[in-house]
């Protein structure tokens, strides 16, 4: 393993085991994220990205989940080898989340200090006082306005851009080597989501920082990303730096999603829609998950999935097209 | 689909039109009931229960003895070949007793539930639907209702319309409708709320209707657990305002009467009292868990996938 | 008159939504309001989509909904199809509700969990008595189905067991059962996947042609509204402050905080949020204490002493263009690009 690279993912496989069935949410997931690059994770509802990021933080829900099988390195061990106890001291000190809801993920009756005070007495040993200090010190750091006041408030008192700051003062309170942001602005404004993106890409470069930007808007990804993986269904279908993927798409399933989004050009016209729906992941499968709904599928799609092929230096996807068999 | 759908369905209808249509097998009761099915305890206590129902209609058939055969040379005497429970002071049989108490208990169950569950919905839906000075309003009587003593109440109704079961009904009824009504109140409050209640304003709909059709319909979760675990109160409250002689009368036997009388004849026939309890436990048991049982079954969180 | 009631299906004047903040237990001090929608005046055509674009605060959920009187509006007038139905009561505006109709943004939330399809999309009806057998009843309903691209084997199914496109289909068959004019659309593809939001937008373009409907299309996504408006208005703080069609508007933004809004949109292959963009300081206002003057002064990079204390007018700086900026009727329209 690189010595640039801060997390490496290797065939992770998370299944949920229900009454009906056993529902494999992700197979076969394989990426890595270098020191100081921002990795974009697409996709829509129930491809999985969420649970990838909760696998890494080792915080699926068990039973009925349960990290079936994979590697996870991150800074060289393997995250999944580690005790509870030693995960505990990574979360918020090494690997940190900020989630989508803001006002859900504070505990509405604890003030904004107290929260974030937290981490930094649990995995700092900081005294009360130099809590409170350094607590000030982040504040200012993801641009609270009247940091002292804030302090002392409680959630509710915020507006949801002040929230989401608070959220990602917790999570970078430790300093830690990889943020992870599950949909972080999709529940703001667009005026506020802009803010904050820009927050999130200057604290990157402040703080030496990696972040796994996780999101189903193709847009932002657009802005902030270096490199992109798209997932479908629990699996990886393309990986691709952050502009090529949008100039020349591989995967069918990419080209889809970015024909379906409406733009400046194509107004008044029908907008491109994708056949069929999300295959249901406790059924068996046979052939590539996306066939059924893909514009170019062959007969050989069907028979079998297709694997994660290398297609040039930097950019990966999982289909047919662009392997050895397609011309035959 | 509901009960009365199917039953009334006019299939001409759908065959004129050319429609195979598939009916659901995942009702909310359907998964509810599939649910409910897992957990054994629950299971357990509705065949005890459904047993009960079934002893107290078939009383006639069941008990060896009538409840008011006495014989006076045979009191308080233990359980025998001839009387399997023993039998009480005035020599009736302990177990023909206990089965027609059953008829009590479960009576006092249905219908005075029903009588607080008919005011406590018609009280929580217009509080909580109406709001303002309505909902001030029953806010109040809630609270003065359940302030009011139980005991209290339960003798002024006495006083005034005299001793018996029908009685019993009524103050359990009239007095027991708070915590019900409190809850939807509560549960109509954010029903409210809802989209698809402005929806139904959206087509004129009249409150009524919207109350009928969307409201309650949302709420019968709730008021079925809620009954569920009342009634085993109600069959305690019975049992105490029979001990305290406030309720059924002799000969009319019930479980609370019957520990009542045994409290006097403790040392001579101890098992006097034993029975009687054990078949109040066993009910209020059942009832309890099943209750519990069904809250887990309909849990609503499961209503939104 | 006669031109205007057969131009303009819906008139808004003047129209003003203020929420009563609830006071302290002692009920000190002066009453508080908040000003969800603060003076609206629009003009909705037959046959049109406006848009209304907006963030947060901006009262445009509160505006559709008073509009459609679900909400009773604080003061102003609605004029429908040429009728003042601003005062009118609920038994009065049954035919305003037969013709004028809503659908929502949540698909979870919008339909009746413990109703059938066949009942939901048939209850407009059933309320408003507008059929006469059975049998009418459920051709009405199998029709709408079909119309929104649902499966007619599923007509007796539950909410639950449909995914959330779906259930946004049932939404729109329920709102088209009583044959409405006019429709207000509020967020109804925010709350789904991009790849089911195209699907979504079609069937309501689609829709619209077919029925010739009038809608109100309300969102906080530009690029929707873009695709699928004629006009657009853009909200701040529950005052229009910017309207024109959508060509211009996207094109050529007068107003500072349409700018602002546009630019901060993240584009698919576009500038590079790397590069430092202008991005708009500091947190919406609340709309209790709005600020006084033009209420976007505190944010607004061209923002002047003047702006603080007096009110914009809302003036048409030709085009079809409407703006309601201090700078702007200072200044000729040329100068101020």
Not at chain 1, 49 to 67: D, N
Not at chain 1, 126 to 133: D, F
Not at chain 2, 199 to 217: F, N, Y
Not at chain 3, 113 to 136: F, G, H, L, N, W
């Amino acid at each position: 393993m690189d010595d640039n690279t801060l997390l490496k993912v290797e065939n992770l496989r998370t299944n949920f085991f229900l009454d009906e069935g056993v529902l494999k949410a992700l197979e076969d997931v394989s990426f890595y994220i270098n020191k100081g690059e921002t990795l974009g994770i697409v996709g829509e509802s129930g491809c999985g990205k969420s649970l990838t990021a909760l696998s890494i933080m080792r915080l699926v829900q068990s039973p009925p989940g349960k990290i079936v099988s994979g590697k996870i390195y991150f800074e060289g061990v393997d995250l999944l080898q580690k005790s509870k106890c030693e995960m505990r001291k990574i979360r918020g000190n090494k690997i940190a989340m900020v989630f989508q809801e803001p006002m859900t993920s504070l505990n509405p009756v604890l003030t904004v200090g107290f929260q974030i005070n937290e981490t930094l007495r649990i995995h700092r040993g900081l005294s009360k006082q130099q809590a409170k200090e350094k607590t000030i010190e982040i504040l200012k750091m993801v641009e609270m306005p009247l940091p002292e006041q804030r302090y002392n408030e409680y959630p509710h008192q915020l507006s949801g851009g002040m929230r989401q700051r608070v959220m990602i003062a917790m999570a970078l309170a430790c300093n830690p080597s990889l943020l992870i942001c599950d949909e972080p602005t999709t529940a703001l404004d667009v005026t506020v989501q802009a803010q904050i993106l820009n927050l999130i890409n200057d604290l990157k470069k402040k703080l030496d920082m990696s972040v796994m930007m996780i999101t189903h808007d193709l847009g932002v990804i657009s802005e902030i990303a270096d490199r992109v993986i798209i997932m479908y269904a629990g699996r990886i279908v393309e990986e691709s730096d952050g502009k090529d993927i949008f100039l020349k798409p591989l995967h069918p399933y990419t080209e889809a999603l970015l024909k379906s989004v409406p733009k400046i050009n194509t107004k008044n016209e029908k907008l491109y829609m994708i056949k069929g729906m999300v295959p249901d992941l406790l059924d068996k499968h046979k052939g590539c998950l996306f066939a059924p709904r893909c514009e170019y599928c062959k007969d050989l799609c069907l028979k079998e999935e297709p694997c994660l092929l290398s297609y040039s230096n930097n950019r990966k996807v999982r289909c047919y097209k662009y392997s050895k068999e397609w011309e035959v | 689909m509901k009960i009365t759908d199917i039953l009334f369905r006019n299939n001409k209808i759908y065959e004129e039109l050319g429609i195979d249509d598939k009916l659901s097998s995942t009702g909310l009761y359907s998964d509810a009931w599939k649910r409910l099915k897992k957990n054994k305890a629950a299971m357990l206590s509705l065949v005890i229960i459904i047993a009960l129902v079934f002893v107290a209609i078939f009383a006639d058939f069941i008990s060896p003895y009538s409840p008011e055969e006495q014989d006076l040379r045979n009191k308080l005497q233990g359980p025998s070949s001839e009387h399997l429970l023993g039998t009480d002071h005035l020599g009736r049989d302990i177990l023909s007793r206990i089965i027609y108490g059953s008829r009590v208990s479960l009576s006092v169950g249905i219908v005075a539930e029903s009588i607080a569950v008919v005011i406590g919905i018609i009280m929580g839906t217009m509080a909580g639907f109406y709001g303002g000075k309505v909902d001030y309003l029953i806010s109040i009587l809630i609270e003065v209702f359940a302030s009011f003593p139980f005991i209290l109440f339960a003798i002024a109704v006495m006083f005034v319309l005299g001793p018996g079961i029908t009685n019993v009904f009524i103050a359990i009824g009239v007095i027991g409708w708070t915590t019900l009504a409190r809850t939807v109140r509560g549960q109509v409050i954010q029903l409210k709320e809802k989209e698809y209640i402005e929806a139904a304003k959206a087509s004129s709909s009249s409150s009524i209707r919207t109350i009928i059709k969307h409201i309650i319909p949302n709420c019968l979760s709730t008021i079925i657990v809620i009954v569920t675990l009342h009634i085993p109160g109600d069959i305690m409250t019975e049992a105490t305002l029979s001990f305290l002689g406030l309720g059924v009368q002799p000969p009319m036997p019930s479980w609370g009467e019957m520990i009542n009388n045994s409290r006097k004849f403790m040392r001579q026939a101890p098992t006097y009292s034993l029975f009687p309890g054990i078949a109040i436990m066993l009910t209020v048991l059942s009832f309890n868990t099943l209750g519990d049982g069904l809250r887990d079954a309909l849990d609503p969180r499961l209503k939104n996938l | 008159m006669g031109n205007n009631k057969d131009r303009y299906l819906l008139e808004a004047q003047d129209i003003k939504k203020w929420f009563p903040v609830k006071k302290d237990y002692f009920g000190k001090g002066e009453q508080k309001y908040v000003k969800a929608v603060d003076g609206v005046n629009i003009k909705i055509e037959k046959g049109e989509t406006l848009g209304i674009v907006g963030e947060s605060g901006c009262g445009k959920s509160t505006l559709g909904r008073t509009l459609l009187k679900l909400i009773e509006p604080t003061a102003g007038k609605i004029i429908f199809n040429g009728e003042d139905i601003t005062d009118l009561s609920e038994k009065d505006l049954k035919n305003f509700r037969h013709n004028a109709q809503i659908i929502f943004q949540d698909p979870y939330a919008s339909l009746n969990p413990r109703m059938v399809v066949s009942d939901i999309i048939a209850e407009p009806m059933d309320i408003q008595k507008s059929y006469t057998t059975k049998k009418e009843r459920l051709s009405r309903v199998i029709e709408l189905m079909e119309v929104c691209g649902l499966n007619k084997t599923y007509i007796n199914r539950y909410p639950h067991e449909f995914s959330g496109g779906q259930r946004q289909r049932i939404g729109i068959a329920r709102a088209l059962s009583l044959n409405p004019k006019f429709i207000v659309c509020d967020e109804p593809v925010s709350a789904l996947d991009v790849s089911i939001q195209s699907q979504i937008i079609n069937l309501l373009m689609g829709v619209q042609a077919e029925y010739d409907l009038t809608l109100l299309f309300i969102s906080h996504d530009l690029s929707v509204v873009n695709h699928i408006s004629d006009r657009v208005v853009v909200m701040y703080l529950g005052k229009i402050v910017e309207l024109a069609e959508t060509n211009e508007i996207f094109e050529k933004p007068i107003h500072p905080y349409t700018k602002a809004l546009l630019q901060s949109i993240p584009i698919i292959g576009g500038k590079n949020l790397k590069k430092s963009k202008p991005t708009l300081e500091g947190d919406i206002p609340s709309p209790v204490d709005p600020p006084s003057g033009c209420s976007f002064h505190t944010r607004c990079p061209i923002a002047e002493k003047e702006c603080s204390y007096v009110e914009p007018k809302f003036i048409d700086v030709g085009n079809k263009h409407f703006v309601s900026c201090i700078k702007v009727s200072n200044y000729n329209l040329g100068l101020n690009k």
